[in-house]
């Protein structure tokens, strides 16, 4: 567990500028367990039996029953034909059938995709295909989904599942009988089967399996590229131990004590790690939300004195924003990191009053399993500088190159590419060797974000990879809705930016030039390609212009589109 025995790397020099700033109680050099995955679970479940693991709708699961339930899930798996090496997609919110198929999955060798809940039918078609997945586990309000692609895709099997079965009873009566909580009725079919009747029906016997932890994958976590191409990560076990134990290790609170609030979705590698694996490894109890909702999650904290709450900027923002604030206790927290985007100072400073506890920024991204950066977790704010993405984590190094070739190292204050290095970083990209040859170079994680890294050795990031936009903590890459604006009969060329904004951070804004002779409203645009992508991709401005800056070879100029919109807002 956390106490794992430390040791410095062999030839190793410590003398990193970070470590004058590093916390006393974070070591700087782990020897992480080589381990399987679900190693994890099986741990906390022999030392934390009776430690509740999981908390849905008041109904508590324990390490125990946990450790159980995904042992059931691997023997059903098995028993329809699953074997090591296989994908098996999950398409769910938070809920515990989540954590369940999840470990279940690994537990068996299988290697879990997880699809975003918000995801339309071509980006899961995309998902399932890439992926070659022969099994996806669904939600039943999400099954027309993957009913409208099954015959598209290589799945084999579909395990339906829904949001009242692990709710407690009176709790799934009522929300049934007045219709608060969804659901939906599916069609028997051949190679559907049912979550619940899979559990009932197998013992937890799954097959022993073996595992070589640092190079058999766990995960394939899809993520986009600046091309807008969306690539899987290929994560291994050690990948994702290696990165619970260092979040746990920054964490330092209590084993066994602590509560985490899963906000963050779990299919999205910030809160797989942060909101699951960290707190399995830790055997802390995990608060389960299917979405973010400010008054849900006021209530959450405040019912079961949750400690450690990872989140985005939007989701801090949102809560210091709502008029019922005073209203709730949320002194409990001690702990908050946030991610995904910047994190403004003032929500920092405001947040940290209302709780009592410390809000730093950190950083990561899929390839890192997330996490590589992070600000000490330290209450008296003297080793947090505010704007900075914080230190290197254990075990973890860093470095700023130049930009254009990528092989000269920059000095302290210069700006260039940030490239880490560390046992969390992916093994590569599936299927794509030329990308990954790219950004991975001699064990160099190359991020694609700018940044810079000061005399005292905390990182920055000033620019983020290129065109890329960030809605409400969510990447969307303009390419992937420029495809979609192409799919329109009346558009002749069009660009995608990111427009500043108070709230979201950015939205996505259309510049579109039409055919001539076609007439089209901003409105039917939106209608057009709002309806094929995700809800955090749609479009929220259209500008319709004669023509739009554009290169030598005929590349639609996003940066100077970009400019002009910043200017266009300095001057309101």
């Not at 060798?109 to 997880?114: F, K």
Request: hydrophobic letters at 40%; one cysteine or more.
């Amino acid at each position: 567990m956390p106490d794992q025995k430390r040791k410095a790397k062999k030839g190793e020099k410590l003398e990193k500028p970070w470590f004058k700033f590093w916390p006393e109680y974070v070591p700087k050099h782990i020897e992480y367990p080589e381990i399987p995955l679900f190693d994890l679970l099986k741990k906390s479940a022999e030392k934390y039996p009776n430690n509740t693991a999981i908390v849905y709708f008041d109904k508590e699961i324990t390490y125990k029953e946990l450790d159980v339930a995904s042992d059931k899930f691997a023997t059903a798996l098995n028993d329809l034909g699953v074997k090591k090496g296989d994908r098996v997609a999950i398409f769910l919110p938070n809920v515990p059938q989540f954590i369940i198929a999840y470990y279940g999955a690994v537990k068996i060798g299988a290697i879990e995709t997880a699809i975003s809940p918000l995801y339309k039918e071509r980006e899961v078609e995309h998902q399932l295909n890439d992926s070659e997945a022969e099994t996806i586990v669904v939600l039943d309000l999400l099954y027309p989904v993957v009913e409208k692609v099954w015959e598209r895709t290589k799945l084999k099997r579909v395990i339906v599942t829904s949001l009242k079965e692990y709710m407690p009873s009176a709790k799934a009566f009522l929300g049934s009988l007045l219709r608060k909580i969804p659901s939906r009725k599916v069609e028997r079919r051949p190679n559907l089967y049912f979550f619940q009747k899979l559990m009932n029906k197998y013992a937890p016997n799954p097959p022993k399996v073996e595992i070589d932890p640092k190079e058999d994958l766990a995960a394939l976590q899809y993520t986009g590229g600046t091309t807008g191409t969306s690539k899987g990560a290929m994560l291994t076990h050690m990948n994702l131990v290696s990165n619970a134990v260092m979040c746990i290790e920054w964490l330092h609170g209590v084993e066994g004590k602590e509560t985490f609030l899963a906000v963050l979705p779990l299919f999205h590698i910030y809160g797989m790690t942060t909101g699951m694996n960290g707190p399995i490894y830790y055997g802390g109890k995990i608060v389960l939300l299917p979405r973010f909702d400010v008054v849900s999650t006021f209530q959450a904290i405040q019912k079961y004195k949750v400690t450690v709450f990872c989140g985005a900027p939007t989701m801090y923002a949102m809560l210091l924003a709502h008029p019922d604030l005073s209203k709730y206790d949320c002194t409990s927290v001690r702990f908050c990191i946030s991610g995904s985007a910047p994190l403004p100072p003032e929500i920092q400073k405001k947040f940290m009053e209302v709780t009592g506890g410390v809000l730093v920024e950190g950083y990561g991204l899929t390839e890192s399993s997330p996490v590589t950066h992070c600000n000490p977790l330290d209450k008296s704010m003297k080793t947090v500088k505010v704007g900075s993405i914080g230190l290197p984590w254990p075990d973890t190094d860093a470095r700023i190159m130049d930009i254009e070739t990528g092989e000269k190292e920059l000095g302290v204050g210069e700006v260039g590419e940030v490239v880490v290095k560390g046992p969390q970083v992916m093994k590569g990209y599936w299927k794509m060797p030329e990308e990954t040859a790219t950004v991975l170079r001699e064990g160099w994680l190359y991020t694609g974000d700018i940044g810079k890294m000061d005399e005292d050795g905390y990182f920055y990031i000033t620019d983020r990879k290129k065109d890329l936009i960030k809605y409400k903590g969510y990447s969307v890459y303009p390419r992937e809705i420029e495809d979609v604006i192409y799919e329109h009969p009346a558009v002749k060329l069009c660009g995608v930016i990111g427009k500043p904004d108070a709230i979201a951070g950015e939205i996505p804004k259309a510049f579109i030039v039409l055919k001539e002779g076609k007439t089209v409203t901003e409105k039917e645009i939106m209608s057009f390609v709002n309806e094929k992508v995700a809800p955090y991709k749609a479009i929220r401005e259209v500008e319709f212009r004669t023509e739009l800056p554009m290169t030598l070879v005929g590349k639609v100029l996003r940066r100077v589109l970009q400019e002009e919109e910043k200017k266009k807002i300095q001057q309101t």
